[in-house]
């Protein structure tokens, strides 16, 4: 063999097809850095859809749910029928009294409108046909009892075990309590008589309230005043409501079982005209002096003569 050809055998060249380190990365980490940021970008986004429509989707979820239950501390009390998209906390203002912010319904009765009165036992009977088959419409019938009374109409909106009128220890009312209300609203706007609101709760407390916290007092009291704003929502006139009283759990229904759901209610009272007039003279000015007892009358705050005054004075002194 020649000494070329024993070169030649052990010369080994290699040409291309190699590995080096970093030849296995390429351009693989720019496409996972991609679907990194697209990742990212994604979750940015729904957390922004989330708490957009936070609000609206905790309202859908609890809108029809029943609040059959017990009391208990609940959030802040919300109107179901609030307005909806916006994150910004929408506050009432004072008007004067003019413009479009009047009182819904102010003027329905003008133009020459007559409204209706219901001062007759049969004229009670008839407004109470008519609220139970809207009541009886809205899936509400076993929530409603209604009687005539030598004061008026009592309407009594209350829970049952499958369908409560407010979500669970709070002012926000349900859906279906929310419509009837503002269904109810125009026939109360037709009406001359006034109305007593009354809220009542069972006799569950809530836990760990302090005097000065939440309590079925103002709970009650809250959720009067939320039936008057879904009144007025659908169109009732503001002077229709004499009255909004809260009274807690101090007149249930079902005294043996004070936590039955009964006892959680919303009362309207419909007044004779001759009641309101007596409830808003318990509360008005003393009118004209009455004669009680012999030598004893009543009348209005220093309206007596000083010469009488002094002289009842000197006799409480002996």
Same mark, same amino acid.
């Given at each position: 063999?020649?000494? =070329?050809?024993?070169?030649? !055998?052990?010369?080994?060249?290699?040409?291309?097809?190699?590995?080096?380190?970093?030849?296995?990365?390429?351009?693989? %980490?720019?496409?996972?850095?991609?679907?990194?940021?697209?990742?990212?970008?994604?979750?940015?986004?729904?957390? %922004? #859809?989330?708490?957009? $429509?936070?609000?609206?989707?905790?309202?859908?979820?609890?809108?029809?749910?029943?609040?059959?239950?017990? !009391?208990?501390?609940?959030? $802040?009390?919300?109107?179901?029928?609030?307005?909806?998209?916006?994150?910004? !906390?929408? +506050?009432? *203002?004072?008007?004067?009294?003019? @413009?479009?912010?009047?009182?819904?319904?102010?003027?329905?009765?003008?133009? @020459?409108? =007559? /409204?209706?009165?219901?001062? &007759?036992?049969?004229?009670?009977?008839?407004?109470?046909?008519? #609220?139970?088959?809207? &009541?009886?419409?809205?899936? #509400?019938?076993?929530?409603?009892? &209604?009687?005539?009374?030598?004061?008026?109409?009592?309407?009594?909106?209350?829970? =049952?075990?499958?369908?409560?009128?407010?979500? /669970?220890?709070?002012?926000?009312?349900?859906?279906?309590?929310? /419509?009837?209300?503002?269904?109810?609203?125009?026939? +109360?706007?037709?009406?001359?008589?006034?109305?007593?609101?009354?809220?009542?709760?069972?006799?569950?407390?809530?836990?760990?309230?302090?005097?000065?916290?939440?309590?079925? %007092?103002? #709970?009650?009291?809250?959720?009067?005043?939320?039936?008057?704003?879904?009144?007025?929502?659908?169109?009732? /006139?503001?002077?229709?409501?004499?009255?909004?009283?809260?009274?807690?759990? $101090?007149?249930?229904?079902?005294?043996?079982? *004070?936590?039955?759901?009964?006892?959680?209610?919303?009362?309207?009272?419909?007044?004779?005209?001759?009641?309101?007039?007596?409830?808003?003279?318990?509360? @008005?000015?003393?009118?004209?002096?009455?004669?009680?007892?012999?030598?004893?009358?009543?009348?209005?705050?220093?309206?007596?003569?000083?010469? !009488? =005054?002094? &002289?009842?004075?000197?006799?409480?002194?002996?």
């Amino acid at each position: 063999m020649k000494p =070329t050809d024993k070169h030649h !055998e052990q010369t080994i060249v290699k040409r291309g097809g190699g590995k080096h380190d970093h030849d296995e990365h390429g351009g693989a %980490w720019k496409v996972a850095f991609a679907d990194f940021c697209l990742a990212l970008l994604s979750l940015f986004l729904v957390l %922004w #859809l989330m708490a957009a $429509r936070e609000k609206e989707a905790l309202q859908s979820m609890t809108r029809d749910a029943a609040a059959g239950q017990l !009391e208990g501390p609940g959030n $802040r009390p919300e109107i179901a029928t609030a307005p909806r998209g916006s994150l910004i !906390e929408r +506050f009432p *203002t004072l008007h004067d009294g003019t @413009g479009p912010a009047k009182d819904a319904g102010a003027g329905q009765a003008n133009g @020459g409108e =007559t /409204r209706v009165s219901y001062d &007759s036992p049969a004229d009670l009977k008839q407004l109470s046909k008519k #609220l139970e088959k809207m &009541s009886d419409e809205a899936g #509400l019938a076993a929530n409603l009892q &209604s009687e005539v009374t030598p004061y008026g109409l009592r309407v009594m909106l209350h829970d =049952t075990d499958r369908q409560g009128m407010f979500m /669970r220890g709070s002012a926000l009312p349900t859906g279906r309590f929310a /419509r009837l209300l503002q269904k109810m609203a125009p026939l +109360f706007a037709q009406m001359e008589n006034q109305m007593l609101i009354v809220g009542h709760t069972d006799s569950v407390q809530y836990t760990f309230a302090e005097k000065t916290g939440m309590s079925n %007092w103002s #709970l009650s009291s809250n959720r009067a005043m939320a039936a008057r704003t879904q009144l007025l929502i659908g169109g009732m /006139r503001g002077a229709s409501v004499l009255q909004v009283v809260g009274m807690a759990d $101090r007149a249930p229904l079902d005294a043996k079982r *004070t936590d039955a759901g009964i006892n959680r209610r919303i009362e309207l009272m419909i007044l004779t005209r001759a009641q309101s007039r007596s409830v808003a003279a318990m509360f @008005g000015a003393p009118g004209a002096t009455e004669k009680l007892l012999e030598g004893v009358s009543v009348s209005a705050p220093g309206s007596g003569q000083d010469g !009488e =005054t002094a &002289s009842l004075r000197g006799q409480l002194a002996k």
